[in-house]
């Protein structure tokens, strides 16, 4: 099975936009492998950076109110992928101890400068989630994250390095309830967990 950049922390991660489902109007180019005018950074591509960020559930201790910072944790990723911003990322996790979110900021910040974009067509979806650890105030969530399809693009010539097809991956996420908020203290892909050992 192929991994997405997003999934593989010690990969590249790229510059990267999305469309998101509240910018129905615009509409991103099709992914071709010959470039064009409007896969070049003059063109709609780069003009597609979400400008909101995930906005953040209200901080419950509860099974539901873990679900539901498990799904913002989902969108955060993303988030980060898709503007190659790490700061929200970092705010929402101990630094300490997420080594993965160490990672992504990691290759987020060195690819910065690497001219090439991810493209992605539609949104984030989540399902199946479910609390699979609670004790003393560590909680760990299992969800499914539904990727869209899109691609990875080169943002100067507009050429479609590779294209993705829209996935489904169970994600882990653990997390510490801290006198009044959730914060993130590791997340994982289970499968990519399986292909590194």
């Known amino acids: 099975m192929r991994l997405r950049l997003w999934t593989v922390a010690a990969a590249a991660i790229l510059t990267l936009t999305a469309c998101s489902s509240t910018d ?6 099709e992914l071709s492998d010959s470039p064009s005018a409007t896969q070049t ?3 709609t591509l780069l003009d597609e950076i979400p400008d909101e960020t995930p906005v953040r559930p209200e901080d419950v201790r509860s099974n539901d109110g873990s679900i539901a910072f498990a799904a913002y944790v989902a969108e955060v990723i993303l988030y980060t992928l898709e503007t190659s911003d790490p700061a929200l990322l970092t705010k929402i996790s101990d630094s300490k101890v997420c080594a993965t979110c160490k990672r992504v900021r990691t ?15 539609g949104s984030l979806g989540i399902s199946d989630a479910k609390v699979t650890a609670n004790q003393g105030g560590f909680y760990t969530v299992k969800e499914s994250v539904l990727f869209p399809a899109g691609g ?12 993705y097809d829209k996935e489904t991956q169970k994600l882990n996420v653990n997390m ?9 203290l590791e997340y994982d892909f289970l499968e990519n967990a399986k292909a590194q050992s």
């Open 24 to 29: 129905s109007e615009k509409k991103l180019p």
């Open 152 to 163: 990875r693009i080169d943002s100067t010539s507009g050429k479609v390095l590779e294209k």
């Open 107 to 121: 290759a987020v910040e060195e690819s910065a400068g690497k001219n090439q974009a991810e493209v992605l067509r």
């Open 41 to 43: 950074t003059t063109g």
């Open 176 to 184: 510490q309830w801290r006198k009044d908020s959730w914060v993130l």
